[in-house]
Every structure is written in structure tokens, then in C-alpha cells.
């Protein structure tokens, strides 16, 4: 997807200031709204994406014009969950509630029904964020290593961040970059996202070819891509 020219506006709804992220893609045939709940600083907010040629103006009067739809759809996004004690968080599928543990000295930890995060309370969200990333790179490595071994292939490095556009990505030159928040989806979608980004190691495309190939590494490709189209978006809420 191309994307330019991103910018940011606000509008006023009942009161209310929500933001609005403009970006302009070169394959978009018409004015495209979406509520965006994703944002870093937590706010929700809006994402209007222009074909080539429409200005920015003549997009905000429009999206000026949308208020009623953009303030019920606003309504029905999902409250944000602080990584904090107390916090139901999924780790693999699984919920696990978030501990405290200001005497312990063991990092973070778990067992089947929580996540305990030692040290002191208010640098428990810091702590839990900074081990599921460092899990989301051991666990994708691990994976990624097998699928490349399965294909007869090499991959080069594998970095995790916090993308919202997209769950992974391959580079010609074998690099992987995956969202950290996959440590967050059932095994079965994980293992699906992981073994479509190595395939493209070897078919740089989404032909027929590639989709065999996915499918010789990995089980229940349906079923994880309609997973991420129905809760994908759900995991940003988290942190």
C-alpha cells in the first residue's frame, strides 16, 4: 500500500475533540473513513484515507458531514486496557490476569492463570511491555527459524514492533519485521502469520504458488485470516 502526505486535524463532535489522521493512497478510488481506536496516546479517533487529487479541505468538510455515523461508531469501540494490575490480558489465546509482585525478584513470570510482574507498582506497565516484546522476538524467532527450515530457506533478522498497518512484513533480503502483539493471538494464528511472512522468502507475491507454499508450513490458514479480520484490530487496545 502507498501512502503520503499523512496529517493531523481535529474535528468537534457533541463536544468533543476527535482526532482525524488524513493520508492520501495511490490505489484508493474514493474517500475511505474508518474509527481508529489504535492510537498511542489513547484517544479514538479517525482515519480518512483520499485518492490521489482530492484535497485536504474538501476531505474534512466531507468527514465534517459523517458526524452522526463517526459518533455512534465511537461509541461502540472497545475501552482500552492499561497494562496494570488487575488488567485480563491474552498471552497465546490464553486470558491471564496481571499480578503484582513488589517483593519478588524474578523479572516477569507466569503460571496458568497469570502474568506476576515483580519490582515496584508503577513500573509494572514498562516491565510487562518491554517482556512480551522480548518474548514476541524469541517465540517468532524460534518459529520463523523452523518454517525457513521446512522450506529449504534462509532468514535474515527478525525485529518486532508495534505496527498497526500490517502483522508482518518480509524483505527481499530475508529480514522479517513482525508486531510484537502476536504473542497476544491463539497458537494457530500466530503460527499462520509466521510461516506467511517466511514463505515470501521464497515467493514475493500472493499467487497461487505462494498460497501452496503457506499452506505445506502451516494448518488452518481460513480460519487464522478471518481470526485477525474479526479481532486483530481488538489487540491494540492493550498497553
Given at each position: ?86 488488567a485480563v490480558i491474552p498471552l497465546f489465546g490464553?486470558?491471564?490476569?496481571v499480578r503484582s509482585a513488589p517483593e519478588a ?135
Amino acid at each position: 500500500m502507498t501512502r503520503k502526505d499523512e496529517r493531523e486535524h481535529n474535528i468537534e463532535i457533541g463536544g468533543r475533540t476527535v482526532p482525524v489522521r488524513l493520508r492520501t493512497n495511490a490505489r484508493a478510488r474514493r474517500i475511505i473513513l474508518r474509527t481508529d481506536s489504535t492510537r498511542p496516546d489513547g484517544r479514538a479517533g479517525v482515519v480518512v484515507t483520499l485518492p490521489r487529487g482530492v484535497a485536504a479541505a474538501e476531505a474534512l468538510a466531507w468527514t465534517a458531514s459523517q458526524t452522526s455515523w463517526i459518533a455512534r461508531q465511537l461509541g461502540k469501540l472497545p475501552d482500552r486496557i492499561p497494562f496494570a494490575a488487575g488488567a485480563v490480558i491474552p498471552l497465546f489465546g490464553q486470558d491471564l490476569v496481571v499480578r503484582s509482585a513488589p517483593e519478588a525478584r524474578r523479572g516477569v513470570w507466569t503460571d496458568s492463570e497469570a502474568i506476576y510482574v515483580s519490582g515496584r507498582p508503577e513500573h509494572l506497565a514498562r516491565r510487562l511491555a518491554d517482556w512480551l516484546k522480548r518474548e514476541a522476538r524469541k517465540h517468532i524467532t524460534e518459529r520463523a527459524r523452523e518454517k525457513a527450515q521446512a522450506l529449504g530457506v534462509e532468514i535474515g533478522r527478525v525485529s518486532v514492533r508495534d505496527t498497526k498497518s500490517r502483522w508482518g512484513s518480509c524483505a527481499v533480503n530475508g529480514n522479517l519485521n513482525f508486531s510484537w502483539r502476536l504473542v497476544m493471538t491463539p497458537e494457530f494464528v500466530f503460527d499462520y502469520v509466521v510461516a506467511h511472512e517466511v514463505a515470501h522468502i521464497r515467493e514475493h507475491n500472493h499467487g497461487r504458488g505462494f498460497w501452496q507454499l503457506v499452506e505445506t508450513i502451516t494448518g488452518e490458514t481460513e480460519r487464522a485470516r478471518a481470526w485477525l479480520n474479526a479481532y486483530g484490530a481488538g489487540l491494540h487496545r492493550y498497553g
